[in-house]
């Protein structure tokens, strides 16, 4: 069974296009203080090189909580400002979750700071950061975000120039799964419980107050992209 395994994912021309090595960095890694609460403490990356959209977005910006591992997927362009990455947060982030009082970002120390530094503008507050972080400093992290990478640009290759308007189905997806380091799912270290999946709504009679051919589209959809992160 296992050299069967082995001799798919050397076939599959999705696997190959989107495995990358994962090696933990060289050198000492430092032990990261924990926040306790959810949404306190954030890793931030950006996957580029998508296809582009109808409206030119060609990256996704990965946002995780390092508690609860619950995240946000953001479609974004490559040439966007730093104010326009602030006020993304704004708009999708902040209204969700507060302020955060740490930043881990694969940008480094410059791209947490400066983008800091436009989210106060936009809030119109001081509030300052307590602690950045190199990502060498945590390799559990990285590796949850390499693995999210790579279920992402999964699905940027197979729905192509439409990936955006999949975004919403990848994010639930991942959100309503079980993860193994909170041994849940993110919802439910979130919440408390998994949120109700599209793929269970002609079960309660969903169905008769929303379009049929809408719920059916987004059912497939749903178990479609469940299909292909397991295949990650």
């Known amino acids: 069974m296992k050299r069967d395994i082995v001799d798919f994912v050397a076939k599959c021309p999705n696997c190959q296009q989107v495995k990358v090595e ?3 960095p060289g050198g000492m890694t430092q032990e990261i203080n924990i926040r306790t609460w959810k949404w306190e ?12 959209t109808r409206t030119n977005l060609d990256s996704i910006w990965v946002i995780v ?4 591992k619950s995240a946000h997927f953001l479609a974004v362009k490559t040439i966007d400002l730093m104010e326009d990455y602030a006020r993304l947060y704004i708009d ?3 209204g969700l979750h507060g302020i955060p009082l740490s930043i881990i970002s ?6 947490t700071s400066h983008f800091w530094k436009s989210f106060q503008r936009g809030i119109a507050t001081q509030v300052n950061l307590s602690k950045t972080f190199h990502p060498q400093t945590d390799a559990k992290a990285n590796r949850t975000i390499q693995t999210l990478e790579d279920r992402l640009i999964t699905c940027g290759v197979n729905f192509k120039g439409s990936w955006d ?3 919403p189905l990848i994010e639930f997806t991942y959100n309503n799964s079980f993860h193994s380091i909170v041994e849940m799912a993110s919802y439910k270290t979130l919440c408390g419980r998994r949120s109700m999946p599209p793929i269970g709504w002609s079960e309660v009679g969903e169905v008769a107050l929303i379009r049929p051919d809408s719920v059916h589209e987004a059912m497939e959809k ?3 992209i469940r299909d292909r992160l397991k295949t990650t």
Do not use: A, E, S
Not at 41 to 52: E, K, L, R, S
Not at 106 to 111: A, C, E, L, R, V
């Open 165 to 167: 308007d999949h975004l």
């Open 65 to 68: 909580d390092r508690v609860t």
């Open 222 to 224: 749903v178990q479609l």
């Open 41 to 52: 403490v954030i890793n931030m990356d950006f996957i580029t090189g998508f296809p582009h």
């Open 92 to 94: 999708k982030i902040f």
């Open 22 to 24: 994962h090696q933990i």
């Open 106 to 111: 694969d940008g480094g120390p410059q791209f």
